[in-house]
T-cell receptor
Framework: AQSVAQPEDQVNVAEGNPLTVKCTYS??????LFWYVQYPNRGLQFLLK??????LVKGSYGFEAEFNKSQTSFHLKKPSALVSDSALYFC???????????FGTGTRLKVLA | DVKVTQSSRYLVKRTGEKVFLECVQD?????MFWYRQDPGLGLRLIYF???????EKGDIPEGYSVSREKKERFSLILESASTNQTSMYLC????????????FGPGTRLLVL
């Protein structure tokens, strides 16, 4: 069965420091992996995705994510955090054989000034 | 610019009422989805539709039904609202292939009293 785990409910980081939000997944076929961000009282906004090819994927707002097949991970990263990056982040996986996306439980990122 | 709209941002209903949540997308997407979002549980799929008049149950379909009479519109129906259906409801759409991004509406926060 497909699954996604975001092991941290909350991540705190100082402004200007690098940030990492962790995600691990389990799928039976080739994974399609996504990161979304949600600001308060808003829907989810797409950040980036991995389909195939280069393991380092670059996305919106300076975010990037690294696909690691051996560790079944897709961690979200940013070299220098901004206070405005504070939000709820969701990792999602889709198995190519189904229409369904499976979402993690979300990680709240708090960037401290 | 892609757009998914939901009929209401906030709704307050009484137990036992029939509730309609409507979602419209303007991207000619084949797939549409309804999720509910609860703290600590992430997004859980209620129903999805991969074509007009086609629907499939997600992970938590009990107490809900859906309707897709036109490609751009996907409705979620709570036949008899209950207090445990108080939640944030998110609609999303995507194009037909597995690697496609989902686009989300702003969400409807439903309170059932």
């Amino acid at each position: 069965a497909q699954s996604v785990a975001q092991p941290e409910d909350q991540v705190n980081v100082a402004e200007g420091n690098p940030l990492t939000v962790k995600c691990t997944y389990s799928v039976s076929g080739n994974p399609y992996l996504f990161w979304y961000v949600q600001y308060p009282n808003r829907g989810l906004q797409f950040l980036l995705k991995y389909i195939t090819g280069d393991n380092l994927v670059k996305g919106s707002y300076g975010f990037e994510a690294e696909f690691n097949k051996s560790q079944t991970s897709f961690h979200l990263k940013k070299p220098s955090a901004l206070v405005s990056d504070s939000a709820l982040y969701f990792c999602a996986v889709r198995d190519g054989g189904t229409y369904k996306y499976i979402f993690g439980t979300g990680t709240r990122l708090k960037v401290l000034a | 610019d892609v757009k998914v709209t939901q009929s209401s941002r906030y709704l307050v209903k009484r137990t036992g009422e029939k509730v309609f949540l409507e979602c419209v997308q303007d991207m000619d997407h084949e797939n549409m989805f309804w999720y509910r979002q609860d703290p600590g549980l992430g997004l859980r799929l209620i129903y999805f539709s991969y074509d007009v008049k086609m629907k499939e149950k997600g992970d938590i379909p009990e107490g809900y039904s859906v309707s897709r009479e036109k490609k751009e519109r996907f409705s979620l129906i709570l036949e008899s609202a209950s207090t445990n259906q108080t939640s944030m409801y998110l609609c999303a759409s995507s194009a037909g292939t597995a690697q496609e991004t989902q686009y989300f509406g702003p969400g409807t926060r439903l309170l059932v009293l």
